[in-house]
């Protein structure tokens, strides 16, 4: 059973920078790609980035492009996401998310297999 656990999260100002990451453990990795999303209070969980576990072909959300990057360091089995000039409307839970099927979509949830518990950012102004 695949597992994933976030870490990195916190309080931040805006304009600045946190990196997240995520530890995969219990599974091969190597055909999988690894997600981020975000959920904000009342609105729906949003994709933000993913990478190609084995290939590291990468890709983004319009609203983090230029500001956020995914990375994975394959001989620890984790993910980050570097996020730098953050603002207030990128305070969210962030969620860790792997998925197995290659060509689904990026964008939606049920494309992902594997969840982590989450991350709290919150960005003040």
């Known amino acids: 059973q695949v597992q994933l656990v976030e870490s990195g999260g916190g309080l931040v100002q805006s304009g600045g920078s946190l990196r997240l990451s995520c530890a995969a453990s219990?599974?091969?990795?190597?055909?999988?790609?690894m997600g981020w999303f975000r959920q904000a209070p009342e609105k729906e969980r949003e994709f933000v980035a993913g990478?190609?576990?084995?290939?590291?072909?990468?890709v983004y959300s319009d609203s983090v492009k230029d500001r956020f990057t995914i990375s994975r360091e394959k001989s620890k089995n984790t993910g980050y996401l570097q996020m730098n000039s953050l603002t207030p409307e990128d305070t969210a839970v962030y969620y860790c998310?792997?998925?197995?099927?290659?060509?689904?979509?990026?964008?939606?949830?049920?494309?992902?297999?594997?969840w982590g518990q989450g991350t709290q950012v919150t960005v003040s102004s």
């Open positions: 219990g599974g091969t990795f190597g055909s999988y790609a």
């Open positions: 998310t792997a998925k197995t099927r290659y060509g689904s979509s990026w964008y939606s949830p049920e494309s992902y297999n594997y």
């Open positions: 990478i190609q576990w084995g290939g590291g072909d990468s």
